[in-house]
């Protein structure tokens, strides 16, 4: 038989792809799923489960998690980046660690052709084919949901007709999880009026009362919440997803540009990540120099949005990452939190490389590092061009 490696999460999309590969197409299918974080032990089971009784050869998941941290995440974090000021790229970013293993996977197991349930109105088809043209050259491409158009509702119908039972009231939204936050699809953010109804939220509202957290970071990195340490920073991340989580923290509908020109809507909720981001660029307001964060901002930008359009393997990513890095060297220190239903506060930070320190003077009362003469000659010095300019255009006029 023909053998097919399939991208597999176990939702509406795949499972449909495992029925349609094997009972009309006469592929071997073998699954696979790339936990990049969101997915606990028992549902990771549970979707082998799933795949093996949808009729797959067989089932292999990667733990990808800690690489999906030390190749994407952590520049992310370096950077800031939010996709138009307001998406941590929850899912395009984890998109380019579960692509490249699956590539590996065709490799291994020797398959012809590889297989994933993107649509073809969306980011996901550009950045899946985009890999594999590059990874595994030749290897035939097969993309159910695209080449057939199916709706949602019509990939629901067939797999009624094939017998198979699952949850199709929450099949009818597309929920993508990972350790950078979870994208929620569904009819709300197909037009561009309207919110995520509660119930369609993985996360529900559970904690009331707020909540103090102190996140400790090393040159950039998030290396302790609390009093707790971790060996990685993605167990960080995770173990403080366990305290914002249920906060309903991060809930939002981001609107952007598509690799392939149109404009799509999609929900996320991304707790751990929107207190990450933000209290890290705290910290790095205090510790870093104007120019710095100046120049940081202007290639995060472009790091951002050239990760998000699936280029994580051109080279000037690489040279970023540098720059980023070294960016981290004294983004050391504790930033402070409170978190409330739906929202949180940064209060402060304290770092031994704070900038703001009162010896050199304070804000708006007190000059301690130069004198009134030093900040008049200046003053003049620093507009003279503008002054000269503003003396010729007068007299020319």
Known sequence: MKKVVLGFSGGLDTSYCVKYLTEEKGYEVHSIIVNTGGFTKEELEETEKRAYSLGVKSHKTVDAVKSYYDKVIKYLIFGNVLKNNTYPLSVSA??????????????????????????????????????????????????????????????????????????????????????????????????????????????????????????????????????????????????LQTIAGPYAIGRDIHVGDTIIGIKGRVGFEAAAPMVILKSHHALEKHVLTKWQLSWKDQLAQFYGNWLHEGQILDPVMRDIEAFLENTQ???????????????????????PYDLMSSKFGKYGEMNSGWSGEDVRGFSKIFGNQTMIWHQIATSNQ
């Not at 197909?190 to 995520?196: A, V, Y």
């Not at 060297?329 to 770092?351: A, C, D, M, N, W």
């Open 329 to 351: 060297q004294h983004v050391s220190g504790e930033v402070f939190v409170t978190l409330l239903p739906y929202r949180f506060q940064v209060k402060g930070i304290q770092s």
């Open 94 to 239: 984890e998109r380019m660690s579960q692509a490249l293993a699956i590539a590996e996977y065709v490799k291994e197991t020797g398959a012809t052709a590889v297989a994933h349930g993107s649509t073809g109105a969306g980011n996901d088809q550009v950045r899946f084919d985009m890999i594999f043209h590059i990874m595994i050259p030749g290897v035939e491409i097969i993309t159910p949901i695209r080449d057939l158009k199916l709706s949602r509702e019509e990939e629901i119908a067939y797999l009624k007709s094939k017998g198979v039972a699952m949850n199709f009231d929450k099949a009818m939204y597309s929920i993508n999880k990972g350790i950078w936050g979870t994208s929620v699809g569904g009819k709300e953010t197909l037009t561009s009026n309207g919110f995520l109804p509660e119930n369609a939220w993985p996360t529900q509202l559970t904690k009331q009362e707020a909540t103090d957290v102190k996140l400790v970071f090393e040159k950039g990195e998030l290396k302790g919440v609390n009093d707790q340490t971790f060996d990685h920073p993605s167990a960080a991340i995770q173990y």
